[in-house]
């Protein structure tokens, strides 16, 4: 057997042992349990670094449960005995070294004492925590949170975990050999004689990003669809999955007290010392399509990569963003972690609580941030280039236009509300109709009256939608009592959206006193219509010309993260062709190559934004 090379190996190298040489290589990525990597073996050869982490984490979870146990309890106590005895796996001892736990005060060794022992009493096994990044005050807040879990949650929440570990002990020790893509000055273009033709640019950034799409689609709440909500445990591993990716593509990565994930590249030469901020979201809506926000992160993250790569002269730094909370599912908010980039953070928001009573601000703690220091993650308005948006288009116009991307002018403006109507429960055999105060007949004929408002806007590409109906006390012989709707409003001018509102507001008042119902409307939600910036249109508009596209304008009716940070900066936003238009679906779609082109007119916009900021100085 040959002697095994100083860790980090390239990829190629692991793919090139043989069974037994990547067992004693990797058998101890797994706590005191090989079978892992020898599960993970057969999987061979691994595309990425992040094909390999899958197949160990695939291997994991594959085993019976009795072994899945038996790898959870291999874990060492964190600053427990077996850190004093000196017992533990040298991976082991180095990460909460990192972590600060060989340095405790007598106080602090006493709290995980206290708490390792409560919680291996309640669950029967030991409390597992990826530390790599985290402080001893973070790793004993979430002991004090995760103790009070039910036992279930808490097994499959100490396999996420250790997948994590996996993960972090997989890019410790495995490297991807990097290579130079595109156009390299004093070339002549010609192809070397002899030498394989290498597949277009456009192609292999597209499967790169399919790749990466598919692998963030795995973090899901629901098997068999896709289910990420903001601060969930899957949030959790899809940040981290992000945040591994920033690290192989050579960025510096942190993470935001609101939970984004940040990778910053350096620039390359003197500039003015500002940044160009790429970014998206990774939460999804329920039952969701893979690319609605997933595809803005990772065509950030493949672009400041390839221009890494290119050795691209950057006066400017780049600074990938994977935002949350974009789609507002979750929490009764929406755009929290870019608002909170921009230095738009409503404080107030913080303590908005979800279905199950959990508040912004105890979601944050849980999920690994400080919710007190919300506010250090805005940036300073003079150190922003920019901001650059890539998203499928989640509607039908370039499909229709047979382009497979264009450049959008702007973001509808966007309200929304919550509406009840109270009217009188009562038995549906004895109240004749006349007597009636029906909510639901009339909500039935609010939501109409919507329709009609929202149909007579279309100039100004206005629409208005009922997306939730509940009927109390929801019951088969029973008058319904109170009926709550939400209503969400777009439009293209901010005038023309509010005059609807206005509208709908009076066919409210007027159906109320009609029917006999009061009827309560209260907005929750607003966002101004955020045009994008003429210049960085017209560079996009040139970097797309350049690659033989036609630069078309659209203007975008959904809502992005760039409605927040356009208080902030610049944005600029680059649209990409969606198969039937199809959002917030399983069906959702785009083409490989269709993202690879976007990729590469990110690419050569941010290429000509350096030239400019070069040609300034």
């Keep these: 057997m040959t002697e095994s090379p100083a860790f980090p190996v390239s990829l190629s190298h692991v793919n090139g042992l043989a069974a037994e040489e990547f067992i004693e290589m990797f058998g101890d990525i797994a706590e005191h349990s090989p079978w892992v990597a020898e599960a993970a073996a057969p999987l061979r050869p691994f595309e990425d670094i992040p094909a390999m982490i899958a197949a160990f984490e695939a291997a994991m979870r594959a085993a019976p449960r009795e072994r899945q146990m038996d790898l959870v309890r291999a874990h060492p106590d964190l600053a427990g005995k077996a850190a004093l005895a000196g017992e533990m796996a040298q991976e082991s001892k180095r990460e909460q070294a990192g972590a600060g736990l060989d340095t405790l005060t007598p106080d602090e060794f006493a709290a995980f004492e206290r708490l390792n022992g409560a919680y291996k009493e309640r669950f029967g096994f030991p409390f597992i925590l990826a530390v790599k990044g985290a402080t001893k005050h973070q790793i004993l807040a979430s002991f004090e949170v995760r103790v009070t879990n039910e036992a279930e949650v808490e097994f499959s929440t100490a396999l996420a975990q250790i997948a994590r570990i996996l993960r972090f002990r997989i890019e410790d020790r495995v490297r991807v050999e990097r290579r130079k893509t595109g156009k390299t000055a004093g070339t002549s273009g010609e192809k070397p004689v002899g030498k394989p033709v290498e597949e277009p640019v456009c192609s292999r950034l597209g ?268 019951a088969v012989n029973v008058i319904p009592g109170e009926v709550r709707l939400s209503l969400d409003v777009r439009a293209s001018t901010d005038a023309a959206r509010q005059e609807a509102v206005d509208a709908i507001r009076g066919a409210a008042r007027a159906i109320g006193a009609k029917r006999g119902c009061v009827v309560g409307i209260e907005r929750f939600h607003d966002a101004d219509t955020a045009p994008c910036s003429e210049g960085l249109q017209k560079t996009m508009a040139q970097a797309v010309s350049d690659m033989g596209i036609r630069p078309l304008r659209l203007m975008s009716g959904a809502g992005h993260d760039g409605q927040a940070m356009a208080k902030l900066t610049d944005i600029g936003m680059i649209f990409v062709r969606c198969r039937a238009g199809i959002s917030h679906n399983p069906l959702e779609h785009a083409t490989g190559d269709d993202m690879g082109t976007a990729i590469e007119a990110l690419i050569a916009t941010i290429e000509k934004l350096a030239q400019q900021e070069r040609n300034v100085r």
Aim: net charge negative.
């Design 207 to 474: 499967k790169r990003a399919g790749s990466m799409i598919e692998a963030l689609a795995r973090h899901t709440e629901e098997e068999g669809k896709v289910t990420r909500l903001f601060l969930s445990p899957e949030h959790r591993a899809a940040a981290d999955d992000v945040a591994s990716w920033m690290r192989q593509a050579g960025l510096e990565v942190s993470e935001d007290n609101l939970g984004t994930v940040r990778g910053y590249l350096p620039p390359t030469v003197d500039g003015d010392g500002r940044v160009l901020l790429i970014g998206s979201h990774i939460d999804t809506v329920r039952d969701a399509g893979k690319y609605d926000g997933n595809l803005g992160v990772v065509a950030g993250i493949l672009a400041a990569e390839e221009l890494a790569a290119e050795g691209v002269e950057l006066p400017f730094g780049i600074e990938v963003l994977a935002f949350g909370d974009e789609e507002g599912v979750r929490f009764p908010t929406t755009l929290l972690s870019s608002s909170a980039a921009a230095g738009d953070l409503d404080w107030r928001a913080l303590q908005a609580s979800d279905t199950d009573g959990i508040t912004v601000r105890e979601a944050l703690k849980r999920f690994g941030a400080d919710p007190d220091k919300a506010g250090s993650a805005a940036y300073d308005p003079k150190n922003v280039l920019g901001y650059l948006e890539v998203h499928i288009e989640q509607g039908p116009v370039l499909e229709t236009e047979g382009l497979p991307i264009g450049i959008v002018t702007a973001i509808a403006g966007a309200s929304r509300f919550r509406i009840s109507l109270r009217g009188e429960a009562g038995h549906a055999g004895t109240v004749p109709m006349s007597h009636r105060h029906d909510a639901l007949t009339a909500a039935s004929e609010l939501i109409l009256a919507i329709e009609k408002i929202g149909r007579a806007g279309s100039r100004n590409h206005l629409v208005a939608t009922v997306g939730e109906v509940t009927v109390l006390p929801g």
